[in-house]
């Protein structure tokens, strides 16, 4: 069976897994690139979750440089 990569329980009791991976581009052992790539509806669900009990981040627009 195979376990989610992210796993936590939400404020309301709900649990949240997710599978996905990251690609982390590096370039003389310095991190200078990452691709998260992971299930975004059970994020964009979990988020609401969050907002709901006080997280207001949680609904904050995306961070894109």
Do not use: E, R
């Given at each position: 069976m195979l376990k989610p990569s992210a796993a936590q329980t939400l404020p309301d009791g709900s649990s949240y897994e997710n599978h996905g991976v990251h690609v982390v581009g590096m370039r003389w052992g310095k991190i200078v690139e990452i691709d998260a790539n992971e299930d975004s509806q059970v994020v964009a669900e979990s988020m609401k979750i969050l907002a709901?009990?006080?997280?207001?981040e949680a609904l904050a627009p995306p961070v894109l440089s």
């Open positions: 709901a009990h006080g997280q207001d």
